[in-house]
């Protein structure tokens, strides 16, 4: 009888791996080329994009707003200036300007001779000078005012001086808290056609009926 020797399989190597094996963990350390590593930062950017746009459009829209305030103002301002109101009112009233120890400036002097005309033509039954002094004055403008009309054929009882106020809101004031208390209202106020509107805007706030010429 022929002897047989049986003999177990000697075991494989643990280190030794199939080729599907090594082939798919070497696919695995290797980088995936069909992803961009742009695509990690295209998020962001475009977040930042989109807020740079709306910046820039804000910023657009509030100096286009800006420029319609600017532009808008300097109409009124011109179409005011341009305006030469007389109704019939209850006094013309001529802001205060420089003088000169009791001469009216060359400003003034306009104002006075544009009062004068409005009276004339019957536009109110009075004139109101107003204005007050520069420490060591002698005279108000107010004062000078009403002397040089009353030298030009106006009588004294039609001019009323109102020797107050260092600026034009507290000559307004001035004026509207004497002509409240003759019961007057509206007034046509004579000054430079460029400080026409801003005149007005504060004998409206003070509670005249106020137009300028």
């Not at 069909?34 to 910046?55: C, I, N, Q, W, Y």
């Amino acid at each position: 009888m022929q002897r047989t020797d049986f003999r177990f399989p000697a075991p494989r190597p643990a280190c030794h791996e199939s080729t599907r094996e090594r082939h798919a963990e070497t696919a695995d350390d290797e980088p995936d080329e069909s992803v961009d590593p742009d695509d990690m930062h295209a998020a962001p950017r475009g977040r930042g994009r989109v807020f740079l746009r709306r910046v820039r459009r804000v910023v657009v829209w509030t100096l286009c707003a800006l420029l319609a305030v600017v532009l808008g103002t300097a109409t009124r301002v011109w179409w005011v200036a341009r305006q030469d109101a007389r109704p019939t009112v209850d006094a013309i009233l001529v802001l205060g300007a420089s003088q000169y120890d009791g001469r009216p400036s060359p400003v003034l002097r306009a104002r006075l001779e544009h009062a004068l005309a409005l009276y004339r033509e019957g536009v109110a039954p009075r004139i109101i000078t107003v204005g007050g002094n520069q420490p060591g004055d002698r005279f108000t403008e107010a004062g000078s005012g009403r002397r040089w009309l009353i030298a030009h054929e106006v009588a004294e009882t039609s001019v009323l001086a109102v020797p107050e106020g260092s600026d034009t809101l507290q000559s307004v004031h001035a004026v509207a808290e004497v002509m409240r208390g003759h019961r007057w209202r509206s007034v046509v106020i004579v000054t430079d056609p460029w400080h026409a509107l801003r005149s007005r805007s504060m004998a409206r706030a003070a509670g005249l009926d106020a137009s300028t010429s």
